[in-house]
């Protein structure tokens, strides 16, 4: 697995690269295609359905619990955050057609986390330095994180008030729930998938009910 740490705006964001996921995917994106009622991405309050509820039957699910929560964790190392002892997990998925994109959001929770199960292709890095690129130009299903600070793109001293992400199969990302974000329409004829996890951190005075972090 690659893990790449990135401080943009300044923001950490983690990309995980899991190997050998061909499998997995094709297990996420058949159960997709075999249940759409699961995909949750039209409901403004995802927390309405929890793919997590299927995580002790569908073992698709259950990887993918584990690989989020990796995720996290290398986050969490890599900011220097301890003394939590558990975390609030939600699953959802967005399964997008020809023409579909995702307008600007953020979450409300501390930590999202997505995975890529079906996307374009593509040769590029997922993350690219600042290449003059039109901020406007749509690629295919690119992810596109905003500076979160206040009319950022009006100082001379930023390079860029936004990153362009290029998704590919078996990618993860982990950055700050306030980091407003968007995705552009998708080209393909099929349906490309992705996975978000929002994380909640919980703190030993929490009553919260909580997962693990062990």
Request: proline share 7%; aromatic share 10%.
């Amino acid at each position: 697995m690659e893990v790449t740490n990135y401080t943009f705006f300044p923001t950490r964001v983690v990309t995980l690269q899991f190997p050998d996921t061909e499998p997995l995917n094709a297990e996420l994106c058949d159960l997709l295609e075999r249940r759409p009622e699961l995909d949750d991405r039209s409901n403004i309050h995802p927390d309405a359905l929890n793919l997590l509820r299927l995580a002790e039957t569908v073992p698709a699910i259950h990887q993918l619990r584990s690989m989020f929560i990796s995720g996290v964790k290398h986050w969490l190392n890599a900011a220097g955050i301890t003394g939590q002892d558990a975390i609030d997990l939600l699953l959802f998925s967005n399964r997008s057609g020809r023409g579909e994109s995702t307008i600007v959001h953020n979450h409300r929770t501390n930590l999202i986390g997505i995975y890529y199960a079906r996307t374009a292709v593509s040769n590029r890095q997922p993350i690219l330095p600042a290449d003059g690129e039109d901020y406007f130009e749509a690629g295919d299903g690119v992810l596109v994180l905003h500076d979160p600070r206040f009319n950022a793109n009006l100082t001379s001293v930023c390079d860029r008030d936004h990153v362009r992400v290029y998704p590919r199969p078996g990618l993860m990302l982990i950055f700050p729930a306030y980091v407003w974000h968007s995705v552009t329409p998708h080209r393909g004829e099929f349906h490309r998938l992705s996975f978000a996890m929002n994380f909640t951190l919980r703190w030993p005075a929490d009553s919260a009910e909580r997962h693990s972090l062990a």
